[in-house]
């Protein structure tokens, strides 16, 4: 049985987590500028919300930034609590019985002025019914070709998982493939990465360690791929392909993400659940 310490416990490493992302990402904005973005660097906004009027459904806080390397990122934490709608507890293991749940994770979406920088998602989270269980994923989007860091991405997160599990990142590798695809267009959304949902091996502990891991993986590789591609400049076509390339982001989000769904289903804030949207879209 799951206690408030154990509930405090991951509330606390997703705020820790946000508050490392967010520092990296603030001293990218100081340390470069492209030629092209003569703006001053980003700096976090911070805006924290509560779910219900009363207080007692929890709430998250919204960090966003806007600056001359990140066009928009975004990293929400957030935790929630309260009841299922009927029509809602039917998707969610546990809530048979009771409609009862507690949720607490940290999401992050990035988009970047640069073609050349790939576009980045990453999210994990702890949910309790009368069940409970850690979920999450990381995915990058890249516009151009990009196989270095694609692969560097891809070595770090194997690397990662296997230190828990050796079947973790093919099963998870395939779950993402799957999970992030535009079925009426018939491709990926972009380069992948792992998706993972529903774990609970009976080992709390390990499986808390797992969801950490995942977040130091991404602290570390993100921002190590964005300086490696940070002084490439590019043309208004280039730039284009970038905006077009957004827009399957966007139709993803819209019409098939469990994260967008869970929110909108369960009260959360709308301008956290949409905070995944790029600033600016084309499609042809």
């Known amino acids: 049985m799951l206690t408030n310490k154990n509930k405090q416990q991951v509330e606390d490493w997703f705020k820790t987590l ?9 001293e990218i904005e100081i340390q470069f500028q492209h030629k092209l973005i003569k703006e001053r660097p980003g700096k976090f906004s911070k805006k924290k919300w509560k779910r219900l009027k009363n207080n007692k459904g929890g709430g998250g806080e919204i960090s966003t930034m806007k600056g001359r390397i990140f066009e928009k990122v975004g990293v929400n934490i957030s935790t929630v609590y309260g009841n299922f709608s009927k029509e809602f507890r039917k998707q969610i293991p546990g809530c048979k019985k009771s409609p009862k749940f507690w949720a607490s994770g940290i ?12 576009a980045a998602h990453f999210n994990t989270r702890h949910i309790i019914t009368s069940k409970s269980w850690f979920g999450g994923g990381t995915d990058i989007t890249p516009t151009m070709p990009d196989k270095k860091n694609i692969n560097f991405f891809h070595n770090s997160l194997k690397k990662t998982c296997s230190i828990h599990n050796k079947k973790y990142y093919p099963k998870f590798k395939k779950w993402c493939d799957e999970y992030f695809y535009l079925k009426h267009r018939k491709e990926t959304r972009g380069a992948g990465g792992i998706f993972f949902d529903y774990i609970n091996t009976n080992k709390w502990e390990e499986d808390f360690e797992f969801t950490k891991n995942i977040g130091k993986c991404f602290l570390e590789t993100y921002p190590r791929i964005i300086k490696n591609n940070i002084k490439k400049s590019w043309t208004k076509n280039d730039r284009e392909k970038l905006l077009i390339k957004r827009g399957r982001y966007a139709e993803f989000n819209l019409l098939y993400d469990r994260g967008t769904q869970f929110g909108l289903k369960t009260g959360g804030n709308i301008e956290a659940i949409l905070m995944s949207m790029p600033p600016t879209v084309k499609w042809i």
């Open 18 to 26: 946000r508050n490392q992302i967010c520092k990296s990402f603030e």
């Open 107 to 118: 999401s992050l979406v990035a988009h970047l002025h640069s073609p050349f920088i790939t």
